[in-house]
């Protein structure tokens, strides 16, 4: 069992909701990312999903843009984000997902990643637009070195794709909130709930909701019926704006996270 299994074991067991940061790796640098990593763990963040960066980020809005444009000016690939894993693991055991689009992935070559990513102590792997029809090889080649293969579910999915999603998903299933790129909600999608019940009726897998939620109230809507909460825009805009403010970022995360902690206690 990976890291990320673990963790869900122990979230069932505290009967607490699960909090998953996003950061994009090498944002402002590559040497940075740690520290930030370390501050989001410090605030009470479960989960870090290390964010590649990539040239043609079709599935992220404007913020994880800049992000990664960034990332990728002070010289970050999918090399310099697994060493960046392997310094964060020299003083965390926190799960790590490496989140990244199809192309880095097959330009690093699947076999070369899963040894590699292993290696450096990534838990698992989501690659945002891999078709799952045509996952097997990517999956089988990933859970041979026993690294989790996250899927996402979007509320425009169809019945067949939410099987294959299920099928194919290990360590969590990653459900959209509604359509679309990312980016901070003023509120939560009323497509959310339907999407968690027509999942929860094909997998005992947990399931983790993301896309739109940067608040404190929508935090709490969503840890109601979901095992964990994505934070991604919101946690990368900050960073953005004050890219040396790991106090102010320890601080946001803690106060994003305060609902998880009152719901376990009552």
Do not use: W
């Not at 890291?3 to 040497?31: H, N, S």
């Not at 060493?83 to 693991?89: D, L, P, T």
């Amino acid at each position: 069992m990976t890291r990320i299994g673990k963790l869900f074991e122990t979230l069932k067991a505290e009967k607490r909701c699960g909090m998953i940061a996003y950061l994009t790796a090498g944002d402002p640098t590559p040497d940075a990312t740690p520290e930030l990593v370390a501050a989001l763990e410090r605030g009470g963040a479960d989960l870090i999903e290390l964010g590649v960066p990539f040239s043609d980020p079709v599935a992220d809005g404007p913020v994880i843009q800049l992000a990664g444009d960034r990332a990728i000016r002070a010289g970050t690939n999918m090399a310099k984000v697994l060493e960046i894993a392997a310094k964060i693991r020299e003083t965390s055991q926190i799960p790590l997902l490496l989140f990244t689009y199809l192309n880095p992935a097959l330009r690093y070559g699947f076999e070369r990643l899963a040894k590699d990513a292993r290696a450096a102590g990534i838990d698992g792997c989501l690659l945002t637009d891999v078709s799952v029809e045509e996952a097997d090889n990517y999956v089988s080649v990933m859970r041979e070195a026993g690294i989790d293969t996250v899927f996402m579910a979007a509320p425009t999915s169809t019945d067949h794709r939410l099987k294959l999603v299920a099928e194919y998903s290990s360590g969590f299933v990653y459900l959209v909130s509604r359509a679309g790129i990312t980016g901070e909600q003023a509120s939560v999608s009323d497509t959310a709930l339907p999407l968690i019940e027509r999942m929860r009726a094909l997998t005992d897998l947990p399931l983790a909701m993301g896309f739109g939620i940067s608040t404190a109230p929508q935090v709490a809507a969503i840890a109601e019926f979901s095992d964990a909460v994505v934070v991604g825009s919101a946690i990368v805009r900050q960073i953005g704006k004050d890219p040396a403010g790991v106090e102010a970022l320890e601080a946001m995360m803690r106060e994003l996270t305060d609902p998880l902690q009152k719901a376990a206690i009552s």
